[in-house]
């Protein structure tokens, strides 16, 4: 039995009972943590995801980047987490997005999905990702080692 009184293999009764963590950051993120977080012993399968600062983009030399958030931002991500909750009913869901100063190696955005299975975790994850850089007003600013600087949509 979960938390919830139910069997393992049951779906909670609410999908916001499912989302573990939904959050905008300006701390440092860990996918070991969301992954220790998110998992449950009804889970078989733990996905997790992490997009991480890189050094280049369109072949330019990237320093460092800063995200801002709109102020609904932390509203949109927790909408998210709860639609994929929703749409997938035995997934637990953890996901945050780092907002402020950020160095080559940072974790920018972090998700982590636990399920039964592997094929619904994987599925949720990239669902998760993708909604979140879709629907959560964040931008991202990059700062290029020649100088420039360029506001990107996130």
């Known amino acids: ?65 800063s995200y801002t958030a709109h102020p609904t931002a932390a509203e949109a991500i927790a909408q998210v987490a709860v639609d994929v909750a929703a749409r997938f009913p035995t997934v637990r869901v953890w996901v945050a997005h780092r907002v402020g100063h950020l160095e080559i190696g940072d974790h920018a955005l972090v998700a982590a999905v636990a399920s039964a299975h592997r094929a619904e975790a994987f599925q949720a994850c990239a669902e998760l990702v993708e909604q979140t850089k879709d629907q959560v007003p964040i931008w991202k600013e990059q700062f290029f080692a020649d100088g420039t600087r360029e506001w990107v949509g996130s």
Request: hydrophobic content about 45%; cysteine-free.
């Open 1 to 65: 039995m979960n938390q919830a009184g139910l069997a393992a293999d049951e779906p909670f009764e609410f999908p916001q009972e499912r989302v573990v963590l939904a959050e905008l950051s300006d701390q440092p993120l860990s996918l070991a943590q969301a992954e220790v977080e998110v998992w449950a012993d009804r889970a078989g399968a733990v996905v997790g995801f992490s997009g991480i600062v890189r050094n280049h983009d369109h072949g330019r030399a990237v320093e460092r980047l």
